[in-house]
């Protein structure tokens, strides 16, 4: 079953071990007013080491996105600490947390969010020209082949198959060299035996490339290819494993009535 766990050996974290990558102290996001809001995230702290896949999951409503959003620096915590490769979103402007997802953060949503009218290679290039940054050849050769698109580039997304165009969106994500790579149930849209390439996919570039993979997903198989699977529950952090297979991962959902 879980052939993708011996599939790779493990690869030096990205940077030096013990490294982080990502992590938030003790952050509350409350919606609306703070004496009667929704307190999405309840003093929420963790810390993701580079180089390592985590799966976030949880019950509708547990805080999943809100996690996501936080950790990324699309939404601000009402308070806490969210940092990014030890920077402090928190503290940061609109401009300059935009300039930091642009080129330190890489996203990988369920519904793929290609540009229709660019090539496979124009999307793949389009953070570094939002960037301003220089575009590697040599650099973008190597991502488009290991993605396994090399002879794709020049098509339009349309003319690809969901699980090639998910792929595209990995070598997007992958192109800035990020500090981390968030996914938005990212094999949602797929069927199981391409949702099993793109985690494939997802795995290799942590365990080859030495990524940061931060997926939320409700699929328990999906979960399984990550190291640690954290358990959201109305907004707090339920549970934490390691490893586990699907079947713990479902039965863990099920004890927090994600399916009843
Ligand atoms: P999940 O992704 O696990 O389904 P969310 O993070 O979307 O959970 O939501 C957590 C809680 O916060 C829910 O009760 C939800 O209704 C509430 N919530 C999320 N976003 C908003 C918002 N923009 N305004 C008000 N409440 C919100």
New binding site residues.
Partial sequence: MKTHATAFAPGPPHGGAGETALSLDTVT?V??RADR?????DSVSVAVPRGTFTAVM????????????CAAGL?RPTSGTARIGGTDLTRMNETELTKLRRSRIGFVFQAFNLVPSLTVRQNIELPLRLAGRRRERAWLEEILGRVGLAGRQRNRPAQLSGGQQQRVAIARALVTRPDVIFGDEPTGALDTVTAKEILTLLRTCVDEGAQTVVM?THDPVAASYADTVLF?AD?RIADRMRRPSPDMIADRMTHLGAWA
């Fill in positions: 996001k919606y609306g809001g929704v307190r999405a995230l949880g019950p509708s409503g547990s805080g999943k996105s809100t996690f996501l959003h939404d939320v959201l907004g």
